[in-house]
């Protein structure tokens, strides 16, 4: 099924566009260094001619011990923000976890992301379509493809079609999750872009014990994959030193790495174009 096309910034995503590129740190460890990966993104973004929506969490409320770095938290996140826009003209992403964040995020980015864990939470999926900005909802780890029919529905009852939907991976035994390409062609049925999340796919919830763990060599595999099985654009974190980072680290891309990793999926990609 063809789907519609969505358009962030001066991209678009769908059916017959470009591949989008969601971009950036886990969360915001400081303005400096979010500055300083956004401005290497944007020089990306042009050296390649792709189309980059950059990200970053102001506050991740679902680490998995409470004295887990969370980030600055709304206010500064979005004066962090708001500095990646003016100084790289980037679109912007970052998670809603609580309809009382919306407003202020909503005037700041251009994409309003519902976490996993969150994506049946009816009055936040609601309450971030009625803003008229871009929605991406990750398919929740107990969610199989189709549930995400729902989702569409609520955004719908809204009068919002500027939805994407994202696939991370499917909860399998403990501490593991397992990706299923069928569910790109599954969720693109539904008439909405398709993202594929690589790294999060990669995640081992909580099985650091009292943080999560992740495997990153099995990025580059997911994201050829997720691009051969025709995803609509890829959600790859990324930082300059993963094994540093303050959230995240194990599933993270080295930003030095990320060049090669894109520059192989656009030659999938491109193959996959020729007649």
Same mark, same amino acid.
């Given at each position: ?49 792709? @189309? ?132 790109? @062609? ?6 909405? @872009? ?82």
């Amino acid at each position: 099924m063809k789907t519609r096309n969505v358009q962030i910034g001066e991209a678009v995503c769908g059916t017959g566009q470009p591949l989008l590129w969601i971009l950036g740190p886990c969360v915001i460890e400081s303005h400096e260094l979010t500055l300083r990966i956004a401005e290497t993104l944007a020089e990306l973004a042009a050296k390649l001619s792709i @189309p980059v929506v950059f990200k970053a969490s102001f506050d991740k409320a679902n680490r998995t011990s409470g004295k887990s770095f969370r980030g600055p938290g709304v206010r500064e996140g979005m004066k962090t923000l708001a500095a990646v826009k003016q100084r790289t003209g980037l679109p912007l992403l970052t998670d809603v976890h609580e309809t009382s964040q919306i407003e202020a995020v909503a005037e700041v980015c251009d994409v309003l992301q519902i976490p996993a864990f969150l994506a049946r939470q009816t009055d936040l999926v609601l309450a971030a379509g009625r803003t008229g900005r871009v929605v991406n909802v990750k398919k929740g780890q107990f969610m199989a493809p189709w549930d995400m029919r729902n989702v569409a529905a609520k955004m719908e009852e809204v009068d919002n079609r500027r939805l994407l939907l994202t696939e991370r991976g499917v909860s399998f035994g403990y501490n593991t999750l397992v990706s299923d390409m069928r569910s790109i @062609p599954w969720m693109q049925d539904l008439g909405y @872009p398709v993202i594929f999340d690589a790294t999060h796919s990669v995640q081992t919830p909580g099985g650091a014990g009292d943080k999560s763990g992740g495997d990153r060599r099995m990025v580059s595999y997911l994201a050829r994959a997720a691009t051969a099985a025709g995803c609509d654009g890829l959600f790859l974190e990324t930082h300059p030193r993963p094994d540093d980072a303050l959230s995240d680290g194990p599933n993270m891309v080295a930003l030095d790495d990320l060049p090669s990793l894109i520059a192989c999926c656009l030659r999938l990609r491109r193959a996959l174009e020729t007649p």
